[in-house]
């Protein structure tokens, strides 16, 4: 069963800091990873997706990369923003079975100061 | 831009009580699945529908939950009856592709508050 682990669990950082968070998941046959952001109450909404066979994907001031060797993906936030404060959570699909359905990490709160 | 749609945004109901939600997927987005999130915790996997059909159902408490998508566009998820544990955050989403490689986008959500 696929777990994923999202680190640290919560971040706070001054406006303009470069930030990184990080994302773990334990089985690696993995087909890709999708990053989301999350505002309070809301939905979720797409960052980034990042194909298998990719090693990282970029838009705007984000970047994201991914080793599945290592079952590992970071997402990079570049001069941070107050607006970037929110909930971040990966998730990867099954490895198995004839369907598609992510799993989510738990996510991580991100509080950017001004 | 195209966007998944829910309603009721927010519900409030007493334990016991029956309550449903609606999801309309993007156009064309063959995949829909209903998402349930506690507070703190990340989205899990309540049903999935490819067109019309259930293609996992594997975590639904179908002794209270059922959901349909009767001609594969939008859906309902029922919760009869409520308890107070099934208050959370209900979200669906829709996927394009039928291939393991889909882009999920989600809807703003439904909460739930069970009194």
């Known amino acids: 069963k696929q777990e994923v682990t999202q680190i640290p669990a919560a971040l706070s950082v001054p406006e303009g800091e470069n930030l990184v968070l990080n994302c773990s998941f334990t089985?690696?046959?993995?087909?890709?990873l999708q990053w989301f952001r999350q505002d309070p109450g809301k939905g979720l909404t797409s960052l980034l997706l990042i194909q298998s066979s990719q090693r990282e994907q970029t838009s705007g001031r984000l970047n994201a990369s991914l080793d599945k060797s290592s079952g590992r993906s970071t997402l990079y936030i570049a001069a941070s923003q107050p607006g970037d404060s929110a909930t971040y959570l990966c998730a990867v699909p099954n490895s198995g079975g004839s369907n598609y359905k992510l799993t989510f990490g738990k996510g991580t709160l991100l509080t950017v100061n001004p | 831009e195209a966007e998944v749609a829910q309603s009721p945004r927010y519900k409030i109901t007493e334990k016991s009580q029956a309550v449903a939600f609606w999801c309309d997927p993007i156009?064309?987005?063959?995949?829909l699945y209903w998402y349930r999130q506690i507070l703190g915790q990340g989205p899990e996997l309540l049903v999935q529908?490819?067109?019309?059909?259930?293609?996992?159902d594997s975590q639904l408490p179908k002794d209270r939950f059922s959901a349909e998508r009767l001609k594969g566009v939008d859906s309902t998820l029922k919760i009869q009856p409520a308890e107070l544990g099934d208050s959370a955050m209900y979200l669906c989403?829709?996927?394009?592709?039928?291939?393991?490689?889909?882009?999920?986008?989600f809807g703003e959500g439904s909460r739930l508050t069970v009194l």
């Open positions: 989403a829709s996927s394009l592709l039928r291939v393991r490689t889909g882009e999920l986008f």
């Open positions: 089985d690696s046959a993995i087909y890709n």
């Open positions: 529908f490819q067109d019309e059909s259930v293609v996992d």
């Open positions: 156009s064309g987005h063959a995949t």
